[in-house]
């Protein structure tokens, strides 16, 4: 029978896996505790949640959930990134933490859904742009082609003013000598 700290521990895994998006694993062994207290500050400042875990109570919560992919991710000592919104957020910090700091933890597997990643597939994900950069390239996209439709649609009217200008100008001024001399 499960103490009751270990039952509250369970629930407090259930409650962070329980929206998130993402969970990324890392073996946190080595670890001074100044780096791991740095790791979850500048991970918190993203909302995201850094929970060192014990290997049969994640496993107990992952059941209880119903998320058996869970249990892939923990393997000697483990911390998991828990992430709640866009998933290369969480990828993107924890790489960027570790060639920083030159740190020792190392990213083990990760899971979005019910797909399994490899520590390859984080560190791809880590270099995918953010939502609001993804958004900020397609607006600037946008308005370079429609700067260029605007130009384009623009070119042809303003060489047929100038097409008509030119030779009206030059009619306009013989008429305007004949009258004179006349």
């Known amino acids: 029978m499960p103490t009751d700290a ?3 521990t369970v629930e407090e895994l259930k409650m962070a896996m329980k929206d998130c998006t993402i969970a990324i694993a890392t073996d946190y062994s080595g670890l001074p505790v100044s780096e791991m ?3 979850r ?12 875990v014990k290997n049969t109570l994640l496993k107990i ?5 119903d998320w058996p992919e869970m249990k892939e991710l923990v393997h000697g000592p483990t911390g ?8 290369q957020i969480p990828a993107k910090m924890i790489v960027d933490f570790i060639e920083e700091n030159g740190s020792d933890i190392r990213i083990g597997s990760g899971i ?29 996209r946008m308005q370079g082609s429609i700067s260029g439709l605007v130009y384009a649609l623009n070119f042809p009217i303003a060489g047929v003013t100038r097409a008509l200008n030119s030779p009206l100008s030059g009619l306009v001024n013989v008429m ?7």
Do not use: M, W
């Not at 919560?61 to 959930?65: D, F, K, S, V, Y």
């Not at 998991?80 to 998933?87: A, P």
């Open 37 to 39: 207290s740095k790791l």
């Open 80 to 87: 998991i990134i828990f992430g709640y919104s866009e998933e």
């Open 112 to 140: 979005i859904g019910n797909q399994i990643l490899s520590t390859a597939q984080i560190e791809e994900l880590s270099k995918i742009p953010g939502r609001k950069e993804l958004i900020g390239l397609l607006v600037t």
């Open 61 to 65: 919560a992952a059941e209880q959930l």
């Open 6 to 8: 270990k039952a509250k």
């Open 176 to 182: 305007s000598s004949r009258i004179q001399q006349e």
């Open 41 to 52: 500050a500048s991970l918190r400042d993203k909302d995201l949640i850094y929970k060192v």
